[in-house]
């Protein structure tokens, strides 16, 4: 399934393209969320004079149809067969660009989402595995690493994110030279989590939550979850991504950025 949305009744041409790839399926917080940046996008498609498209086929991932767009955004997963990974791979080495939420760096081995891609994990992302996370869903305020980046520039020196299942990753982002860390969980933030498991609460650490990669144009951002109520089993959504002021501006300046072709290092 493809649904179009954005420029179509426009005379100017789309400023971009983008494509977003999503499961939707088995976690209702990931497809609460899917279903959120799908009405989301297509109003700041509108707002900013992009298009955005939406599929659950992932078999779409080669290059023909890939051709068609600038960015490629991964909402939940990620491609698992490797004619999908490879046309993935060479439409990033090809310049195109990428933003990827939550659950799309998530690897865990052994789980259904293996650690069994060593480019995306360890090489793009640089993330590596899944180590960790909060809960219950809740918010944080995030510390602004670089002001000057586009994709920061409106932002003050902290904001407050949505609540949001935070991840911990098994490499240093710290120590990769790739790697541009854009924000990070605040030591205001302490204790992160509510449990009822003790060791969901954060009480320390650092903890990068929106980075880039600079040999590409990407950029990952580790929110994406929303609070569900599974205790109550109405299963309603309790909490969104959208609709935090700050943090919306944080993503459409990222999507912009990425859509801009310009993306000299800084």
């Given at each position: 399934?493809?649904?179009?949305?954005?420029?179509?009744?426009?005379?100017?041409?789309?400023?971009?393209?983008?494509?977003?790839?999503?499961?939707?399926?088995?976690?209702?917080?990931?497809?609460?969320?899917?279903?959120?940046?799908?009405?989301?996008?297509?109003?700041?498609?509108?707002?900013?004079h992009f298009t955005y498209d939406s599929t659950?086929?992932?078999?779409?991932?080669?290059?023909?149809?890939?051709?068609?767009?600038?960015?490629?955004?991964?909402?939940?997963?990620?491609?698992d067969k490797p004619e999908q990974r490879n046309?993935?791979?060479?439409?990033?080495?090809?310049?195109?660009?990428?933003?990827?939420?939550?659950?799309?760096?998530?690897?865990?081995?052994?789980?259904?989402?293996?650690?069994?891609?060593?480019?995306?994990?360890?090489?793009?992302?640089?993330?590596?595995?899944?180590?960790?996370?909060?809960?219950?869903?809740?918010?944080?305020?995030?510390?602004?690493?670089?002001?000057?980046?586009?994709?920061?520039?409106?932002l003050g020196a902290l904001i407050k994110a949505?609540?949001?299942?935070?991840?911990?990753?098994?490499?240093?982002?710290?120590?990769?030279?790739?790697?541009?860390?854009?924000?990070?969980?605040?030591?205001?933030?302490?204790?992160?989590?509510?449990?009822?498991?003790?060791?969901?609460?954060?009480?320390?650490?650092?903890?990068?939550?929106?980075?880039?990669?600079?040999?590409?144009?990407?950029?990952?951002?580790?929110?994406?979850?929303?609070?569900?109520?599974?205790?109550?089993?109405?299963?309603?959504?309790?909490?969104?991504?959208?609709?935090?002021?700050?943090?919306?501006?944080?993503?459409?300046?990222?999507?912009?950025?990425?859509?801009?072709?310009?993306?000299?290092?800084?």
């Open positions: 399934m493809l649904c179009h949305t954005g420029a179509t009744a426009r005379i100017t041409p789309p400023k971009f393209k983008v494509i977003a790839f999503y499961t939707g399926k088995e976690d209702l917080a990931h497809i609460s969320f899917v279903h959120e940046a799908n009405q989301w996008f297509p109003a700041m498609a509108k707002k900013y659950n086929n992932w078999d779409n991932l080669n290059d023909a149809f890939l051709s068609n767009y600038q960015v490629v955004v991964f909402l939940d997963t990620r491609p046309a993935f791979q060479k439409y990033m080495e090809n310049g195109g660009g990428w933003m990827g939420f939550h659950f799309s760096a998530f690897a865990l081995t052994p789980s259904a989402y293996p650690q069994n891609w060593d480019w995306y994990h360890n090489t793009f992302l640089g993330s590596g595995a899944y180590g960790s996370n909060t809960w219950r869903p809740t918010s944080a305020f995030l510390k602004v690493e670089d002001k000057q980046h586009p994709v920061t520039r409106h949505s609540p949001n299942e935070w991840y911990r990753w098994e490499n240093d982002l710290r120590k990769n030279p790739d790697i541009k860390i854009l924000l990070s969980i605040d030591s205001t933030s302490f204790p992160l989590g509510t449990g009822p498991k003790q060791y969901e609460i954060w009480h320390s650490g650092y903890y990068p939550v929106v980075w880039t990669n600079q040999r590409y144009k990407m950029l990952y951002l580790n929110m994406g979850h929303n609070d569900m109520d599974y205790e109550g089993k109405t299963n309603r959504t309790l909490s969104y991504t959208f609709g935090n002021k700050q943090q919306d501006q944080l993503i459409i300046d990222a999507l912009l950025w990425l859509g801009s072709g310009n993306h000299k290092k800084s």
